[in-house]
């Protein structure tokens, strides 16, 4: 492998875990009947398929004040079974940027089997599949378990410190999908005559009958940016049952879970290719 090659397939995986936290806390998550960063439930019985448009936002305000606005698209899907692809753009994209260009960005591809008690991720560029299998039962499911305390607070949920705000906002209706919202505000430390001010502001909508996060708004107030995910191009329809396989050809790897997507270690140079005699 050319050290080029291995320089892409470095940054990639650098890219993928900081968008997943940790390929472990996904496989568990998996398990569990939830995928990590996209908050999409491994519900059986509702199908779907969607696109989820992320916007970041950044003022530039060291500089001229310029707005700087970045489209990122994530294809998401689950089968009637709840199994759940999610196949993330990971490479750098245009501000607007065209079809072809979204075609042929680089990505990374996770599958969700829970029933199998699998965890599938896929590597295009290189055609390799790395599996991460758990025999083990799925814990007993609970009611809302993401949409519970880890997201809305409740009857059981520790109070919160005084750095933290959360204010219910209600149901509210996005294009026929019914959707839970919640504020979620933090302070600043109190200045000296003891009052805090909002520094960060993160606004959730979920939907409990899909079992997916609709909306997310997170603000920076203090460095004046902001992150949206918004779900659009909602089919209810069942996707095309090859996409929670491995496509014919790839390798396959199996590794325990702690193992998946790591960093690969830089290959060793060549005479040739380092330019030693």
């Given at each position: 492998m050319r050290i080029g090659s291995w320089t892409t397939i470095?940054?990639?995986v650098i890219a993928i875990a900081a968008f997943l936290l940790g390929a472990t806390g996904c496989g568990a998550q998996c398990k569990r009947g939830i995928i990590g960063f996209d908050m999409i439930g491994t519900r059986e019985?509702?199908?779907?398929?969607a696109v989820q448009l992320q916007t970041e936002t950044e003022t530039d305000t060291n500089g001229d004040g310029q707005t700087h606005v970045r489209t990122?698209?994530?294809f998401v899907a689950r089968g009637e079974s709840g199994r759940v692809r999610i196949e993330?753009?990971?490479?750098?994209?245009s501000d607007d940027p065209a079809e072809e260009e979204i075609r042929n960005a680089q990505r990374v591809i996770m599958i969700c089997d829970p029933n199998a008690g699998k965890f599938i991720h896929i590597m295009s560029m290189v055609h390799i599949?790395?599996?991460s299998e758990d025999p083990t039962p799925a814990p007993e499911r609970r009611v809302n378990y993401v949409w519970g305390s880890g997201r809305f607070p409740n009857a059981r949920t520790k109070p919160l410190p005084p750095e933290r705000q959360f204010e219910d906002l209600g149901e509210k209706?996005?294009?026929g999908v019914l959707a839970h919202g919640g504020l979620w505000t933090t302070l600043s430390e109190p200045n000296d005559a003891g009052v805090r001010t909002p520094v960060k502001t993160a606004e959730v909508w979920i939907s409990e009958e899909l079992e997916v996060t609709v909306l997310e708004i997170r603000e920076d107030l203090v460095k004046r940016s902001e992150g949206r995910t918004r779900l659009t191009k909602l089919l209810r329809t069942e996707p095309d049952p090859s996409l929670f396989e491995i496509p014919e050809g790839y390798?396959?790897?199996k590794v325990p879970p702690r193992q998946m997507m790591k960093v690969p270690p830089k290959p060793k140079e060549t005479a040739a290719e380092?330019?030693?005699p």
């Open positions: 470095r940054k990639t019985g509702s199908p779907f398929s990122r698209p994530t993330r753009i990971t490479s750098g994209l599949a790395e599996v209706d996005f294009d390798a396959i790897k380092s330019g030693q």
